[in-house]
Every structure is written in C-alpha cells, then in structure tokens.
C-alpha cells in the first residue's frame, strides 16, 4: 500500500538525478537533457525567480509550449516553493484575462507571438522566454539566499480546468497529494528505466503534467511530442523507441489509422494508457493488433484527485467495460443521494476518498465546500465527483455518466456553459444553447443572432480553443425553454433529428 510521504514535487527530479544522473530525462524537438542536467536547470531557474523577488506561494503563470525549459520550470518553481500555473497556449484573451485575475501572479512567461497579448493583459512583468533563458543558464547560483523552501501541504500548481461556470477554475495541487498520487499510479503502471514516454499532451492539463512526474520514477526518458507532425506520428515514434505512449480516444484512432496505412515495423511500444472518455472496443482491438503485445490500460480520473482508478496492465483484456481498481492507498465508495453506501452492483455517486483528493477550487469557497469534504472514520479529504458508476463485488468500478453538464470531446473536460459564454461575447449573438456531442452527433451550438452560422463559429474560434468549437451552428429565431425558462434541449436536439448524421 502507498502510504503519504512528506515529498515536495522536485525530490522526484533530485532522486532520480542523484540515482540516474546520465540517464536521459526530457527530449523535444530541439534536443535533449540527461537528469543532472534538468536537476541543475530547475535549480537555476529557481535562482532566478527568488532574483525576481519571487518568494513561496508566489503565483508564476506560465504559457508555453511543452518544451524542456517548461519542464525545469515547473521543478524549479517547486523548489522555491512558488506556485506553478501552466497555460495551455491555445488559451485565448476570452479565458486568459479571467485567469490572470483569478491566480493574480507576480510574473508571466510567455514566447513569442503570445508575449505582447499577455502584456496587454496582465499588470506584472511578462517575459519573453527568449530573453529569460539565457538569464537562466548564467545565473550565478548561490548569489541569492537560499529560502526555506516549501512544506509537503503547500501548493505546487494551480491547474486551471474548465467547470461548471463560464470562467476556467483551478484545481489546488499541493506537494504532498501530488506525489502521493504519482507514487500511487507508477505502483499500478511501472515505468520503467528503459521505457520512453511519448506525450503528445500539453503540460497545462495533468494529464501531461503527471507524464513528468511519472517519468522521473520511472527514471525514464520523457518524449515532448505535442508539435510533431500527425503524419510522422508513427515515424517519429521509432525513431525515439517510444515503449508507452499515453492517449485519449482521437490519438488512439489517428494511430491506428496510421498503423493500418505503414507497412513498417510499428514503434516498440509495450503500454497504451487512456483516459480522457472511454476507447472502443474497436479501437482497443485495432491498437493490439497493430502492436502486438502492447497492454492497453483503461484509466478514469479527476483532476481533483487525479487518478480514481486503473485497469491492472495485465489484466487490460478482462471486465471491458469496466474502468479498473481504485488506486492504490485509497478508497472509491458508491453513495444514493442520502449518502448511504449502495449494494455492489447498483448505480450511484462516485465518492472518492483518499490522501490524493485536493484541498479544493482556488480562491472559489463555495464550491469547494460543495466538492470536498473532511472523511471523519479517515480523516482524508473526500471529493464528490458528480459521476455516477457502480462498483462490483471485486472492487472494480464500473463508470455511468455524469450528472450535470460536463462533457469530454478530443480528451478536453468542457462545460456547455463556458461555450455559451463565449458565444454570448460576440457582438450580435442574443441568446445561445450547446448541445453536447452525442452518438452519431457532434457537438452543436444553437444562437439567436442575425449573423451567418460560418461567422459564429469563426468568433467563437477566436475565444475558445480548438476542442471546444462547435462543428455545426444553427441561427433560430428563438430559443425553445422549458416552463422553468432553462434551455429546451431534448426539444433542439429534436430539431437536428431530420437532419443528416
């Protein structure tokens, strides 16, 4: 059983360098660092932030590429204590301007055509990572009196993510159940020191930011991936010896589709792991076949405590609908709406308890309160996840759905509410409906506007990123609600009903 250690974030990247100095840690398109090297470049990044006056619980925004400066940031604001708040780099102004706001940061970095936006937004300094990392690297370390670092329940990141309201919330991630949770996972997955990771992910979602962790557990080299060409995927694959490459469903197709097209030998990879919304049976048997061998793990989680539960690797081909075990050193329970245990096999609120679940929402009490709660027989915090599922007599969880109006599509948690806000930004738009993608229906916005549906979506790609922008807009001249004046929707998804699939 993993039990809580007191870790701080960057005792991964010390451990393994002291264990495995040489070993390659971090590769991307420009090269690659060894694990002293990527230790050393925290450090020095750590140096300059407290020469900023950056000083523990200082927020640094940070909106980059996954590149491996992000990665020694991200260990080297761990080390100072200071608070790590990556952005995606498809993040527009629309949501930018709320999180500057709401994790009201002492500096941001930035690079290139995303600096003077940022500029234009944020009251503290922005840096070109142009100009800073050559700062970085000659830094005299050791010019700055060394702080006192953080505590294990401090925060080390600020994950912003989408919820149940128009603007992106952020998830409190403090050094302890962050650890734990990775410990936890590499208990289950086993990354090995020969394995390559190949993420295609940004660091901005956990998904990614945990390949990092992981990865240094492992003692394996991390491969960034995130700006290869779709088309190379496969090559670029083998020419790293990739060994797990973790996926969401889209990934998984382009693979597969990839794989189905080549006639070469596919890359060495030995473990798909997905998460994001269930992978098809189709999918699953096409990436075994196409790589023989490899184990297809199943994985379900929240970024409010990470990981919930994993299929054991050697047991990837059993249960297929269900989504695993609980992680280890934790407990999932299936609760009614009067939080009573329900029977094995019965559907009810997945409630997750353990010493991986966050502390709450940042600077958002109110809905903190609502999600997580102290466990008194434990004495653990306890995240009501909104998802329902079912738990069998074995322990494995089985997932059902969820309760309000959260959705995945391309892997990305999203919310019809924030598209609904985007829309209602753009000049001209009254009112606006999302119908969330649905089988055989893509995600679909509807608006009350005198403007064409091409110009809608146009703007509303200038607000949101890609994921998130509806494929088909409809202009109604009214909305249909219900008696209780909210969004008719079973009666606008009868409107597409006639209409091609």
Known sequence: MIRPQNNRVSDIVDEAARDAAQARAVTDADGSWTYRVLAERSADFAEWLAGQGVSRGDRVVVQLRSRRELVAMFYGCARLGAIFVPLNPAMKEFHLSSVLINAEPVLVIAEGAGVEPLRGLAAVPVHDLAELWPEVIGVARGATAAPAGPEPGDIAVLVYTSGSTSAPKAVICPHAQMTFAARAIDTVLRYRADDVVFCRFPLSWDYGLYKVLLSGLGRSELVLAGEESDLQLLRRMREVGATVVPIVPSLAAMIVTLAQRESAAPPPVRMFTNTGAALPVATISALR????????????????????????????????????????????????????????????????????VMPGYWRAPDLSAATFERDEPTGYLRLRTGDYGSLDDEGYLYFEGRRDDMFKRKGIRMSTLEIESAALDIPGVRTAAVLPPDDGRDLTIFVESDLEPHVVLKELARRLEQAKVPAVCRIVAELPLTLHGKHARQALAAMLSGEPR
């Open 289 to 356: 076949q196409a790589f023989p061998g490899a184990r297809v793990v199943r994985q379900f989680g929240q970024t409010e405590c990470k990981r919930i539960s994993i299929m054991p690797p050697d047991q990837d081909d059993t249960r297929p609908s269900s989504v695993g075990l609980p992680l280890p050193g934790t407990e999932v329970r299936i609760l009614d709406h009067d939080d009573n245990p329900v029977p094995s096999g019965e559907v009810g609120e997945i409630v997750v308890v353990g010493p991986h």
